[in-house]
C-alpha cells in the first residue's frame, strides 16, 4: 500500500470500529435492556451492575459515535481500549480465545483497533483533520503518527 492511501485505509478502520461500538451501545442500551447486561455483570460480582451496565453501553455508544465522524479519535479510543480489556479479562477470558466459546477473540480484536487508533490518529476524512486550530497545534509537537492523513 502506498503512503497516500494509508490515511484512507485508517479512515476505514476507524469508522468501522466506531460502527461496531455504536451498535453495540445502542443493542444494549434499547434492543435488549441495561438490566439484561447488568444481570450478567452482577452474576461476575460486579459491585454496581446497572451501574457499570448503563455506563459501558454509554462508553459505546457515544465513543463509537464519536469515531465514526472522527471526532477526538485517539482520546474517545483510551476508554473503549480500557472497556475491552476489561472484557477480555472479566468476561470472556475464562472462556478461552475462540468466539464460538464465547472467548476473547472478538475483544482482543476491537481492543487492537482501538490501540492502533491511539497511535496512528483519524485518517484522512475526520472531523480531527478539519479543524483548523487543532491542526496548528499539531504541528508545533510531536505526535504520535508518522502515517500521513
Known amino acids: ?6 490515511g484512507w485505509g485508517i479512515t476505514i478502520l476507524r469508522t468501522v470500529t466506531g460502527t461496531i461500538f455504536l451498535l453495540s451501545g445502542v ?26 451496565a448503563t455506563g459501558s453501553s454509554l462508553v459505546e455508544l457515544l465513543c463509537g459515535l464519536a469515531l465514526v465522524v ?6 474517545f479510543c483510551v476508554p473503549l481500549a480500557l472497556l475491552m480489556v476489561g472484557d477480555i479479562l ?7 480465545f475462540f468466539q464460538h466459546n464465547n472467548g476473547y477473540e472478538y475483544a482482543l480484536l476491537r481492543f487492537t483497533a482501538t490501540v492502533v487508533l491511539i497511535f496512528t490518529g483519524p485518517g484522512k476524512v475526520a472531523l480531527d483533520t478539519m479543524l483548523g486550530p487543532r491542526k496548528a497545534l499539531a ?3 510531536p505526535g ?3 502515517v500521513p492523513r
Do not use: C
Not at 500500500?1 to 494509508?6: C, D, F, N, R, S
Open 144 to 146: 504520535f503518527s508518522s
Open 27 to 52: 443493542e444494549k442500551l434499547f434492543v435488549q435492556s441495561p438490566r439484561d447486561w447488568a444481570h450478567l455483570l452482577g452474576e461476575l460480582g460486579s459491585p454496581s451492575p446497572l451501574a457499570v
Open 1 to 6: 500500500m502506498t503512503p497516500q492511501l494509508h
Open 70 to 75: 472522527g471526532l477526538f479519535t485517539r482520546w
Open 139 to 141: 504541528r508545533k509537537a
Open 90 to 96: 472479566l468476561i470472556h477470558g475464562s472462556n478461552g
